[in-house]
């Protein structure tokens, strides 16, 4: 079983930057390095949505639209830990955030909810205008 625990959250004014990070633990029999990390976000009564991913190598990164040059996702495997680097946070940024992963060695796109099989609690992210 594999325990993602998100931390770095909270309430920020627009402009302002924060940063999350995602610390896997639990992996029995596998390692960080192995997984694609993803981050998501969803607003109450709406669908969870791609923020961003980094594949297992670090090598492929991919951003949606709405927080390409703002957010940047990084990982760090000898801590066993993804970041998530926001600058120039908007209102429409609020969310809970959450962090995904995924250790199967089928090729996909990283930018769906179906692609993860493991997933943190999530952590607010309040963006006052």
């Known amino acids: 079983q594999v325990q993602l625990v998100e931390s770095g959250g909270g309430l920020v004014q627009a402009g302002g930057s924060l940063r999350l990070s995602c610390a896997a633990s639990?992996?029995?029999?596998?390692?960080?390095?192995?997984?694609?990390m993803g981050w998501f976000r969803q607003v109450s009564g709406k669908e969870r949505e791609f923020v961003a991913a980094?594949?297992?190598?670090?090598?492929?990164?991919y951003n949606a639209d709405a927080v390409k040059g703002r957010f940047t996702i990084s990982r760090d495997n000898a801590k066993n830990t993804v970041y998530l680097q926001m600058n120039s946070l908007k209102p429409e940024d609020t969310a809970v955030y959450y962090c995904?992963?995924?250790?199967?060695?089928?090729?996909?796109?990283?930018?769906?909810?179906?692609?993860?099989?493991?997933w943190g609690q999530g952590t607010q992210v309040t963006i006052s205008s």
């Open positions: 639990g992996a029995s029999g596998l390692t960080f390095s192995t997984a694609d």
């Open positions: 995904a992963a995924r250790f199967s060695a089928i090729r996909v796109r990283l930018t769906t909810t179906d692609d993860y099989a493991y």
């Open positions: 980094i594949s297992r190598s670090g090598f492929s990164i």
